[in-house]
């Protein structure tokens, strides 16, 4: 079984090689994300995605080292209309990446300016892009996540080797309320049913890699329920990221997920288990496709991320059965080369 980390530990020594008593989880972010040397590799993202039943919003600043990747999209649920915008900057120049979760960070080019600022127990996400669907079309949003007094998330140390390891912060389930303003439309998210998710990622990277990710929130009986899945990545390394929050209290699920889908048609209904019990039994039905592929200088990047709505059951680390209906989220195939 996976170790539970505690106390606050140092991801990397003083040559930049992971740390033992890091590799784990924890129910929060005890790390310190201390990234040295191994230049080209080092992959540095913060990835903030807001839904509700009508609306689908997403921001992410990222640093690959050789360059810096921003983007943000939108999706309307309700008429399926998307919009996506990126900017790459050469070395990401101008872009820096905090060593800890819960700080800010911020990014502004002639495309776009985001920021993410962290007030101890929310962060208020600012994006303001001027030409976001067309020449004289803007795209505003002002979004406050909430995170409630001990709130629950993985994070988890995932150890490829000494010299390869990444650090996950999932955060799922943290209430958000604001406005996003995109093709002459107001979207407004209200706390009792709009849900935050944080992606915080440090670490050292091989070239090419795989992964699944999935991830849901939503409300059952009065109570906020989260849900976050991998997959791929974490293969052979003794951890996992798999895990729901109910309540803000962190149920870690250390097996894996079987995830049974069809690479041929991503529509099509996809199902996740767990594979040695029957503590998550899912299935998700796909309502839009986001592709996703760069293929720019060294960087090549496909992704298929799926948004849509999950059913079935889950059950928490105490026994308890709780029933998913219709929870927006997503779940995505991604291959990357970077």
Same mark, same amino acid.
């Given at each position: /079984? +996976?170790?539970?980390?505690?106390?606050? $530990?140092?991801?990397?020594?003083?040559?930049?090689?992971?740390?033992?008593?890091?590799?784990?989880? $924890?129910? *929060?972010?005890?790390?310190?994300?201390? !990234?040295?040397?191994?230049? !080209?590799?080092?992959?540095?993202?913060?990835?903030?995605?807001?839904?509700?039943?009508?609306?689908?919003?997403?921001?992410?600043?990222?640093?690959?080292?050789? $360059? %810096?990747?921003?983007?943000?999209?939108?999706?309307?649920?309700?008429?399926?209309?998307?919009?996506? @915008?990126?900017?790459?900057?050469? &070395?990401?120049?101008?872009?820096? /990446?905090?060593?800890?979760?819960? +700080?800010?960070?911020?990014?502004?080019?002639?495309? /776009? $300016?985001?920021? #993410?600022?962290?007030?101890?127990?929310?962060?208020?996400?600012?994006?303001?892009?001027? *030409?976001?669907?067309?020449?004289?079309?803007?795209?505003?949003?002002?979004?406050?996540?909430?995170?409630?007094?001990? *709130?629950?998330?993985?994070?988890?140390?995932?150890?490829?080797?000494?010299?390869? #390891? @990444?650090?996950?912060?999932?955060?799922? %389930?943290?209430? =958000? =309320?604001?406005?996003? *303003?995109?093709?002459?439309?107001?979207?407004?998210?209200?706390?009792?049913?709009? &849900?935050?998710?944080?992606?915080?990622?440090?670490?050292?990277?091989?070239?090419?890699?795989?992964?699944?990710?999935?991830? +849901? +929130?939503?409300?059952?009986?009065?109570?906020?329920?989260? !849900?976050?899945?991998?997959? @791929?990545?974490?293969?052979?390394?003794?951890?996992?990221?798999?895990?729901?929050?109910?309540?803000?209290?962190?149920?870690?699920?250390?097996?894996?997920?079987?995830?049974?889908?069809?690479?041929?048609?991503? /529509?099509?209904?996809?199902?996740?288990?767990?594979?040695?019990?029957? @503590?998550?039994?899912?299935?998700?039905?796909?309502?839009?496709?986001?592709?996703?592929?760069?293929? =720019?200088?060294?960087?090549?990047?496909?992704?298929?991320?799926?948004?849509?709505?999950?059913?079935?059951?889950?059950?928490?680390?105490?026994?308890?059965?709780?029933?998913?209906?219709?929870?927006?989220?997503?779940?995505?195939?991604?291959? %990357?080369?970077?």
């Amino acid at each position: /079984m +996976a170790r539970e980390i505690t106390e606050r $530990a140092d991801m990397c020594d003083e040559k930049g090689r992971l740390t033992k008593n890091s590799i784990g989880w $924890a129910r *929060h972010p005890l790390f310190n994300c201390n !990234l040295s040397g191994s230049f !080209l590799r080092k992959k540095k993202w913060n990835y903030w995605c807001v839904t509700s039943p009508e609306f689908l919003f997403s921001v992410t600043i990222s640093h690959l080292d050789y $360059a %810096a990747v921003v983007f943000v999209y939108v999706l309307d649920l309700q008429n399926l209309s998307f919009q996506e @915008q990126t900017t790459l900057v050469p &070395f990401g120049f101008g872009c820096r /990446m905090p060593v800890e979760v819960n +700080a800010s960070v911020k990014f502004e080019g002639k495309q /776009m $300016a985001i920021s #993410f600022e962290e007030k101890g127990d929310s962060t208020s996400i600012h994006v303001h892009c001027p *030409h976001f669907s067309g020449k004289d079309k803007p795209l505003v949003a002002d979004v406050q996540v909430e995170r409630p007094e001990g *709130h629950e998330s993985i994070n988890v140390v995932v150890p490829w080797s000494e010299t390869r #390891f @990444q650090f996950t912060s999932k955060q799922t %389930a943290l209430p =958000a =309320a604001g406005t996003v *303003h995109w093709n002459g439309k107001e979207y407004i998210f209200k706390s009792n049913n709009a &849900f935050g998710c944080l992606d915080f990622g440090r670490g050292i990277w091989p070239y090419h890699s795989t992964w699944n990710w999935a991830q +849901a +929130a939503g409300v059952v009986n009065g109570r906020s329920v989260g !849900l976050n899945f991998g997959g @791929q990545w974490t293969d052979g390394t003794g951890q996992t990221e798999n895990g729901i929050v109910v309540d803000s209290r962190l149920s870690k699920i250390n097996e894996d997920i079987i995830w049974d889908y069809d690479s041929s048609n991503y /529509m099509k209904p996809w199902t996740l288990r767990t594979d040695r019990t029957d @503590q998550v039994l899912l299935t998700f039905q796909p309502l839009f496709e986001r592709k996703a592929a760069t293929n =720019a200088w060294i960087i090549r990047s496909a992704v298929h991320q799926m948004i849509g709505t999950f059913n079935g059951y889950i059950r928490t680390n105490e026994g308890e059965t709780i029933m998913i209906e219709s929870f927006v989220g997503w779940a995505e195939d991604h291959e %990357a080369s970077w």
